[in-house]
């Protein structure tokens, strides 16, 4: 096996078992290795830290698989062992039957650096994100064809930037990669609502899974309010907020695809008494309009996009947070709720609080914090990769 010889020094992160070497700790190798094969990886000494997968193209040259002098050498059967625990811990998910859609591999998460893999009521959809994920694609989608439960199919989304980055093959965008052919929707059912997943078109694989706890928190709050779901994508936590309740529910999206499918969702459940209201614009103009137009609301959910992709783009971004909240908190009714949320892995919770602190005090309101929210069981992240946290939520409750 080819070796890496990481510079005096550099070692340390390996050592606590952070799974990323950056380029910049490498002092030697690996001559002739290809993108994604696994290679040794020793300290300056030559002393052996464990073995990882090589990405030649990427800023991360190593993505660690195992650790320490005795470290197994990563093989099919390591990979596919790793695939089946990430899907046997699941179990928990299917036995309850609260939802039939959950991320069965999450990549560092699961010790499967790259993999993600999610399910759709019996249909999985991967993403491989890394040359080493990409090399043991063919044991990875074999072990979740037989292991997934009910699986008709395995799929995979390669309209991914960081596939580019690591030299990786961005088109086609969807594949069938085993079995059949997933239909155009898929419909899951979360908790009070039901949704149909555009696997080859929308967002991520299709939806985010990511804010199933969230959405569930939030619902209850709705409770016969006038509701502004902002960032609504296919309606998530308006359709929550109609399931528990609100009078009516206004779904903000820029994405006309998006607002369509929202309206399509509203139609699997059948509820009455809630004014459902769909409004294509982009949230930052739409809250002024808001303003202008002296509406005020119940509850307002903020859950954007990433704004800060890097550290370096955290400024920017940490002005475009304030605000929206800002914004948002002015147009809130005596006693409102504010759900607000930061997907941006660079932002951390200490940051974001500030953020809404400021916005708050320009707004001239006082808030409690009522619940804070994060990423649920099925997207687990490992003790020794703060980087893998990257979901953030608060519920504030307006005290005047
Ligand atoms: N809350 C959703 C997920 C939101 S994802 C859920 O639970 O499923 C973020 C959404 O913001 C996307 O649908 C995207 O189309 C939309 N978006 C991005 N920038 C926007 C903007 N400036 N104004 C309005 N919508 C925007």
């Not at 040359?131 to 072990?143: D, F, H, L, Q």
């Not at 103009?285 to 783009?313: H, N, Q, W």
């Amino acid at each position: 096996m080819k070796k890496i010889v990481l510079k005096p020094s550099r070692d340390f992160t390996v050592r606590r078992r952070h799974p990323w070497i950056f380029s910049g700790a490498l002092s030697d190798g690996p001559a002739g290795a290809e993108s994604g094969e696994a290679v040794e990886v020793v300290d300056a000494r030559g002393e052996r830290l464990g073995y990882g997968s090589y990405s030649p193209a990427s800023q991360i040259s190593v993505r660690m698989l195992t650790y320490g002098a005795d470290a197994q050498k990563p093989d099919e059967a390591l990979i596919a062992g790793r695939v089946a625990a990430a899907v046997g811990r699941r179990a928990c998910f299917f036995a309850d039957a609260a939802t039939n859609a959950m991320r069965l591999v999450n990549a560092e998460g699961d010790m499967l650096p790259g993999v993600v893999a999610d399910y759709y009521a019996g249909f999985v959809v991967c993403q491989f994100t890394s040359a080493g994920a990409e090399r043991w694609k063919t044991v990875i989608v074999e072990t979740l064809a037989k292991f997934a439960p009910f699986c008709r199919g395995v799929s995979e989304r390669r309209d991914v930037d960081v596939r580019a980055k690591e030299g990786l093959e961005v088109e086609p965008a969807f594949a069938v990669l085993s079995g059949d052919e997933p239909p155009e929707f898929i419909e899951i059912s979360e908790g009070p609502c039901k949704f149909l997943v555009d696997v080859r078109n929308g967002h991520k694989t299709g939806f985010y899974l990511d804010q199933r706890d969230a959405r569930a928190a939030v619902g209850p709050y709705a409770n016969g309010g006038d509701v502004l779901n902002c960032f609504s994508y296919t309606g998530g936590f308006g359709l929550y907020a109609r399931a528990c309740g609100a009078s009516k529910v206004t779904q903000v999206d820029s994405s006309a695809e998006a607002l369509a499918l929202a309206k399509r969702n509203e139609g699997l459940v059948h509820l009455c008494g809630t004014a459902m209201e769909y409004v294509e614009d982009d949230v930052f103009k739409y809250l002024r309009t808001c303003r202008d137009e002296g509406r005020m609301f119940d509850m307002i959910v903020l859950d954007p996009p990433k704004f800060a992709a890097t550290r370096s783009k955290l400024m920017k971004a940490s002005r475009g947070y304030k605000d929206i909240n800002l914004l948002a908190m002015k147009l809130l009714r005596p006693h409102g709720i504010l759900a607000t949320f930061s997907c941006s892995g660079a932002m951390d919770t200490t940051l974001f609080d500030k953020i809404l602190s400021e916005a708050a005090v320009d707004a001239q309101r006082d808030f409690q914090i009522v619940e804070r929210t994060g990423q649920p069981a099925d997207h687990p992240v490992p003790l020794s990769f703060p980087e893998g946290l990257y979901l953030k939520g608060v519920v504030l409750r307006s005290l005047s």
